[in-house]
């Protein structure tokens, strides 16, 4: 439900989800992150997604970051058509001793056009939630490894 949330909202008040204060504000970034900050990456989404999982206190969080064009950059994260994916679970309940599982996946449309690479990340996006759920990537079982670390898919 978030996701659709998320999805409706920004196609509803885009530059209020695309700014600074709101990724300071919902997603945990601090002045660290954004002095860092080179682009979309797995680690980023994972980052996103694990923040807004824990603080919301939910089972499951998707994150998405990436370059939808038509212009973009030099770098393979900053070319049009990357997106970076992310899944976190939340495992044994909340509070101490908690595991936390993620997987990651990169995907690249191969498109410049911005409003065709919008729907094909969220269509990824939610291809992945349900692979992680369904705990199969196409081929056999999804992966993911030890807690705390990236999975890739």
């Not at 989404?45 to 030099?74: F, I, M, Q, R, W």
């Not at 679970?89 to 065709?116: A, M, P, Q």
Request: glycine residues 14%; negative net charge; hydrophobic residues 35%.
């Amino acid at each position: 439900m978030l996701l659709v949330m998320i999805l409706v909202s920004s196609l509803l008040f885009p530059r209020q989800l695309y700014t600074l204060p709101s990724r300071l504000a919902y997603a945990g970034w601090t002045d660290a992150s954004i002095a860092g900050y080179k682009g979309p990456t797995p680690a980023i989404v994972t980052g996103l997604a694990a923040h807004t999982l824990n603080t919301l206190k939910s089972t499951y969080c998707v994150s998405e970051s990436g370059t939808a064009g038509p212009t973009g950059g030099d770098t393979r994260n900053r070319t049009p058509g990357y997106v970076a994916l992310a899944v976190v679970k939340r495992e044994g309940g909340e509070g101490e001793g908690t595991g936390v599982r993620v997987w990651t996946k990169e995907v690249e449309t191969g498109s410049k056009e911005r409003e065709e690479n919008m729907v094909a990340f969220a269509v990824e996006a939610l291809k992945l939630v349900g692979q992680v759920i369904k705990g199969k990537n196409g081929e056999g079982e999804v992966q993911a490894n030890e807690e705390g670390e990236e999975g890739k898919l």
